[in-house]
Structure formats: structure tokens, C-alpha cells
């Protein structure tokens, strides 16, 4: 069983979050825990490498899954808004 961890970046990030965004993203983690790949790599920047998904339209989530199966949760970050 993937066991998932946390930076202490993300924790702070996570007290953040209203009750709300914390249900959702609770939710979101048994997906991840099945299926790692399913959100994309970023591709450049401060996070190439990662794989991150968009919570609440809100921020970004960005993670990776180690050689032992471990989900490690790196950073939970503001998204920036752009405009149409």
C-alpha cells in the first residue's frame, strides 16, 4: 500500500485551506493513491518534474510518487489568475 507524506511546506499550505478545499483534496487522495499518473508532469519552471493537479480553481497541488510508492505531497500554492 502507497502510504502518502507530506513537506512541512504543504502542511503549512494546508492549514490554509478553508474546510471546504481540505474536503475536497482529502477526496482527491484515494484517486492519487490508485492511479499516481493521472495528473500531468509540469513541464518547466520551479516545479518541472512534478505532477500537480488544480484544487477548487484555486491552487495548485504538486506532488510525486517515490521508488518506494510513496505519494509525497511537495507544495500546495496559490494559481495565479489570467486573464482572458
Known amino acids: 500500500m502507497n ?4 513537506t512541512n511546506e504543504a502542511i503549512l499550505a494546508l492549514a490554509s485551506l478553508t474546510p471546504a478545499q481540505r ?10 493513491i490508485q492511479f499516481p499518473g493521472m495528473y500531468p508532469r509540469r513541464q518547466r519552471g ?12 484555486r491552487w495548485l497541488v504538486y506532488y510525486r ?7 509525497l505531497f511537495i507544495a500546495i500554492v496559490p494559481a495565479l489568475a489570467r486573464p482572458r
Open 23 to 32: 474536503h475536497a483534496l482529502f477526496d482527491l487522495l484515494e484517486l492519487i
Open 65 to 71: 510518487q517515490d521508488e518506494t510508492g510513496d505519494i
Open 3 to 6: 502510504r502518502v507524506r507530506w
Open 46 to 57: 520551479r516545479f518541472a518534474g512534478l505532477r500537480y493537479f488544480v484544487l477548487e480553481r
